[in-house]
């Protein structure tokens, strides 16, 4: 069986009083692709927040890479690209280049200059997302998707097994959705970098992800794609709280 790198045992959480995680128990496989699923205010990104020691561990246990998170170092293994990434204006006065360079400054200090390799580094990552074109256009001037490119090449500079990504489809039009998700499955299958993608919508990843993990507060749900679609409508209903109907494949009367 392969090693997980990502272990949640028992993991539950509050705001103030205010219950959002209950006894969560996940595990994301090496080299899969996870899709974490659930409706708005689920919960999705305060797990994340947990795993990324952004938010504390309140009870429960988390292992990164087989680490205890409480003792966890190694964040260069880990790349994050959030939902609210995008938000850059035309007047941001920084090139592609720069941007993706930051990835690189947890390794070499913000203030040393890049050496070759470095360069050559990001150059690479450039090339992967299919950017090395856009190098020197300031990142403002990018569209929404190509915005979410750049993050994603800046995550990958600082050469990631894991890669965590918040809604990163918010802001990027209907018709880059599809490429964008097609460079994920890349990364997942050509380059080996587990992947767990944060979203309220299966539809766009049913066909790319191995795994779901259905997230409302409790986890519903947590297995491969092929036992996701067995999964019937009560299920279903009560991991959104609200009947389902529209995913019905399997009956037809
Ligand atoms: N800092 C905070 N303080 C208090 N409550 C919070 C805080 N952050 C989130 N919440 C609440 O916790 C619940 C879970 O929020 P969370 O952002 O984790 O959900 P989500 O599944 O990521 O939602 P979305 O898809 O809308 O981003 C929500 O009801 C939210 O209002």
Redesign the pocket.
Known sequence: MKSSVVSIKDVSFS??D?N??EHINLEVPEGSFLALL????????????ILLGLNPLQTGQVELFGVNLRKFKAWNKIGYVS?KANSFNTGFPATVFEVVSMGLFGKIGMFNFMNKAHKKRVREALKTVGLEEYAKQNIGELSGGQQQRAFIARALVSDPKLLIL??PTVGVDASSVEDFYELLKRLNQQYGITLLL?T?DMGPVTNLVTHVAC?NKKLHFHGNTTEYERMDNRDLSAFYGHPVHAMDHHHHD
């Open positions: 705001y103030q205010r959002v995680l659930g409706p708005n205010g689920s919960g999705k990104s305060t797990l994340i927040k939902q918040d809604e944060v309220h997230l």
